[in-house]
């Protein structure tokens, strides 16, 4: 687990974090977002002591972060940044296993854990192992260095606007893998970007932070449905309450994440918007007690209407 307790930063009489108080649970996907400048990166780089509060105290597993060997700790962490920031000259499985050998591992164990990460991205490793970065694309070098910041087993995974540079297909396609490899490992991801359809694409729980302060902090779901204040509101662009509004539905992609999301597959009317979704024929659909016969475009349109005077 990770608290931050009254943390604050300043640089001589700039303010830039605001007693910041903030839970992450164990096993967590855990998405910071905010506009530029709101100090994300800030919060993100006192995990792994690159940056220390100048206020109040961070907190990894009931030790504080600055009680840590810095060493020991940032071996305990992947980091992945925004350019893939693999070592230009290190092949694909020396860059992997770099953390691997600080730790003392054993070449061949680090070759047959390099191969093994290699297969779980569809990366051919006897094709790929030994090639420089500059031999893969910009996709695949972003993969390697995700399963980079996995090859230790960390306990936690920071990733910073990691997925940024990358054009939409891409990107969609690296915040997939990292959703599996999440569900696969189950490791404490803790997630920055200043692009709140990543942030609810990806999210478990979500803090929202601006100038330094945290907005609100809650599930997709939560922050949809009860946005805090008008910056949450505008920031997410929530025309209406609904979280199950159409177009963020389908923008968000949250109908992809639900297989997996337990929060939101919990939910009944939502479970029978999936249903209708998925057979986009013709079904009975009760709302609020009405009974409604609707097909899929009608539903959209209903929604449309509907959805503004909630
Ligand atoms: N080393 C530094 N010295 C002075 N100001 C800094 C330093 N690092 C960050 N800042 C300032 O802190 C604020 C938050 O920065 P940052 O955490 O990088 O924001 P974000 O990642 O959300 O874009 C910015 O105004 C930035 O200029
Ligand atoms: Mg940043």
Do not use: C
Not at 140 to 156: D, E, G, H, K, N
Not at 247 to 262: N, R, Y
């Amino acid at each position: 687990m990770i608290t931050y307790k009254n943390v604050g930063m300043k640089y001589d009489n700039n303010t830039i974090l605001h007693d910041i108080n903030l839970t992450i649970n164990d096993e967590e996907l855990f998405v910071l977002v905010g506009p530029s400048g709101s100090g994300k990166t800030t919060l993100l780089r006192m995990l792994n002591q690159l940056t220390v509060p100048t206020s109040g105290d961070v907190y990894f597993a009931d030790k504080k972060i600055k009680d840590y060997d810095v060493q020991k700790l940032r071996l305990d962490m992947g980091y992945v940044l925004q350019d893939s920031s693999l070592f230009p000259n290190l092949n694909v499985e020396d860059n992997i296993t770099i953390q691997l050998e600080q730790k003392g591992v054993s070449k061949a164990k680090r070759h047959q854990r390099a191969a093994e990460l290699l297969e779980s991205v569809e990366l051919d490793p006897k094709k790929y192992a030994k090639r420089m970065p500059d031999e893969l694309s910009g996709g695949q070098q972003q993969r390697v260095a995700i399963i980079r910041a996995l090859a230790t087993s960390p306990r936690l995974v920071l990733m910073d606007e990691s997925f940024s540079a990358l054009d939409p297909v891409l990107r969609r396609k690296s915040q997939d893998l990292v959703l599996k490899l999440h569900r696969k490992y189950k490791t404490m991801v803790v997630f920055v970007t200043h692009d709140m359809q990543e942030a609810l694409r990806m999210g478990q729980r979500i803090a929202i932070l601006n100038k330094g302060e945290i907005q609100q902090v809650g599930t997709p779901h939560d922050i949809m449905q009860h946005p805090a204040n008008d910056f949450v509101r505008q920031f997410f662009g929530v025309k209406t309450p609904h979280w199950w509004s159409m177009d963020f539905l389908v923008d968000s992609g949250v109908l992809e994440k639900i297989e997996f999301h337990d929060d939101l597959i919990k939910i009944d009317k939502f479970d029978k918007l999936v249903n209708l979704l998925k057979s986009a024929t013709s079904v009975d659909f009760q709302y609020q007690g009405k009974g409604y016969s609707l097909t899929v475009p009608q539903l959209l349109a209903y929604f449309e209407r509907e959805g503004g005077n909630q």
